[in-house]
């Protein structure tokens, strides 16, 4: 549960957002984040569906390539 | 500075004459430390040790047998994140003693990963009740404060809450009588609680402190910190992931969080009750609260707050263990069939052991 995952954001719609990760897209809430919130093409950390703070695209990246390894672990 | 070149300076300190033994209090940043292999990377004198950075691990039987219960003779759906299914409870045989029992036995019980979901299923099942039994540190509670304040949330939404806070069991642990020399402190939990929430560690504890992400390079730059201050015997702060984490955590989460819960003293399974550690709804969320509107009985618990018989993941959270010197790890207990929440749980130092294929049984 305590595993954040670097999402970018596609599109805003009121409290909520597309964002996507490793190809996978979905709906993600803004709400725990201070106001102004993100644009489409900006990165959040997301937690449980929702963004916990901004993160910037470098950072992301590195999650990302974490994220893999471990998956790629998970099934050797 | 990149991963390889932090490594090299870790490498290059100093050997002390004991070793320096290094906490962590998240499931997330033991995960990484495994799979990552750092500790054979490390110097023999670096002992990284898991404490209680599980969730699941630590709800007490109490809440998991309330849960079962109420999801078996109240007609409602009960739902959780996944991992909480599996954990088993010590009843007396014949009873459901997890929520994946109960679900065999015809309770409607299902798994979760987000409160958005939650949300949208309170609105398909509308008027059946829904109750959202949540376990989970500050990266979870928040998110769950944040959908109590959703202005159209459904009316037939409730909640059991055994969420607990990660520094105070830090705390207890130090009270207790430190077993370790430093400590790296989780990375998403500050991003929103703050670095300054883990100053205590060097301030009241004389022992330095990293806040640390989960990638090598903000995980190694925080274990370079915290080994360089204890070779000084220096106690510090660092904040070794500040892309995420700032001084004083998100604001808007810490309101929402202080909207929806109150701070409580609460029990962790294994370990025993730690002040200030727990979250209850506030009087303005009191009519969601399962528990008051959905009452069972649950007596009968052979060996209250207890891990298993023969196991020893208490020890384990309490960081006098690792995994692989618990009797049954890796003989009874494997994730296929757990016997106790650390092996149960993604966060669970036992299970992280195994699956990343630590099989040397040390007991």
């Not at chain 1, 305590?2 to 599109?11: Q, R, T, Y």
């Given at each position: 549960m305590?595993?954040?995952?670097?999402?970018?954001?596609?599109?805003l719609h009121g409290e909520r957002a597309f964002a996507e990760a490793l190809g996978v897209r979905r709906e993600i809430a803004l709400s725990l984040l201070p106001q102004p919130w993100p644009h489409p093409g900006d990165y959040v950390m997301v937690h449980?569906?929702?963004?916990?703070?901004?993160?910037?695209?470098?950072?992301?990246e590195e999650s990302h390539t974490l994220w893999q390894a471990m998956e790629a672990g998970r099934d050797a | 500075m990149n991963a390889r070149d932090t490594l090299a300076r870790i490498q290059a300190l100093p050997a002390p004459l004991r070793p320096i033994r290094v906490l962590n209090v998240c499931g997330g940043h033991e995960r990484s430390i495994?799979?990552?292999?750092?500790?054979?990377?490390?110097?023999?004198?670096?002992?990284?040790?898991?404490?209680?950075?599980?969730?699941?691990?630590?709800?007490?039987?109490?809440?998991?047998?309330?849960?079962?219960?109420?999801?078996?003779?109240?007609?409602?759906?009960?739902?959780?994140?996944?991992?909480?299914?599996?954990?088993?409870?010590?009843?007396?045989?014949?009873?459901?003693?997890?929520l994946a029992a109960a679900r065999a036995q015809g309770a409607d019980i299902r798994p979760i990963a987000s409160p958005?979901?939650?949300?949208?299923?309170?609105?398909?099942?509308?008027?059946?009740?829904?109750?959202?039994?949540?376990?989970?540190f500050e990266t979870t509670l928040a998110p769950v404060a944040a959908m109590l304040a959703e202005a159209d949330l459904p009316a037939n939404l409730f909640l059991q809450l055994a969420g607990r806070r990660t520094w105070p069991a830090v705390e207890f642990l130090l009270q207790a009588g430190s077993s370790f020399e430093?400590?790296?402190?989780?990375?998403?939990?500050?991003?929103?609680?703050g670095a300054n929430e883990w100053r205590f560690v060097a301030e009241?504890?004389?022992?330095?402190?990293?806040?640390?992400?989960?990638?090598a390079d903000t995980l190694l730059t925080g274990l370079h910190a915290v080994l360089r201050h204890a070779l000084r015997h220096e106690a510090a702060l660092d904040n070794a992931y500040p892309a995420v984490?700032?001084?004083?955590?998100?604001?808007?989460?810490?309101?929402?969080?202080?909207?929806?819960?109150?701070?409580?003293?609460?029990?962790w399974r294994g370990i025993g009750s730690i002040p200030a550690?727990?979250?209850?709804?506030?009087?303005?969320?009191?009519?969601?609260?399962?528990?008051?509107?959905?009452?069972?009985?649950?007596?009968?618990?052979?060996?209250?707050?207890?891990?298993?018989?023969?196991?020893?993941?208490?020890?384990?959270?309490?960081?006098?263990?690792?995994?692989?010197?618990?009797?049954?790890?890796?003989?009874?207990?494997?994730?296929?069939?757990?016997?106790?929440?650390?092996?149960?749980?993604?966060?669970?130092?036992?299970?992280?052991?195994?699956r990343a294929g630590e099989r040397v049984a040390t007991a």
């Open positions: 305590c595993l954040g995952v670097p999402m970018k954001i596609v599109s449980v569906g929702y963004a916990i703070e901004r993160v910037d695209a470098t950072l992301a | 495994t799979e990552l292999g750092l500790r054979s990377l490390l110097p023999d004198w670096v002992q990284l040790i898991p404490g209680p950075g599980c969730p699941v691990c630590v709800c007490p039987e109490e809440a998991i047998h309330q849960a079962i219960q109420m999801a078996l003779l109240h007609p409602l759906t009960l739902v959780a994140f996944g991992d909480m299914l599996r954990v088993p409870v010590n009843l007396n045989k014949g009873e459901a003693n997890s958005l979901e939650v949300i949208a299923l309170a609105r398909s099942l509308a008027p059946r009740p829904l109750v959202f039994f949540v376990a989970g430093a400590m790296i402190a989780p990375g998403h939990v500050a991003a929103i609680m009241k504890y004389a022992l330095p402190v990293a806040v640390a992400g989960f990638a984490v700032k001084a004083d955590g998100n604001p808007q989460a810490q309101a929402l969080l202080a909207k929806a819960f109150d701070i409580v003293d609460a029990p550690s727990g979250y209850r709804l506030t009087s303005l969320h009191a009519a969601r609260d399962a528990s008051l509107q959905f009452p069972v009985a649950i007596s009968g618990h052979k060996r209250s707050g207890q891990m298993p018989a023969g196991c020893d993941c208490a020890a384990v959270l309490l960081a006098h263990k690792r995994p692989s010197e618990c009797r049954l790890y890796g003989r009874a207990c494997t994730p296929e069939s757990p016997i106790g929440p650390c092996m149960v749980s993604d966060e669970g130092a036992c299970h992280i052991w195994w």
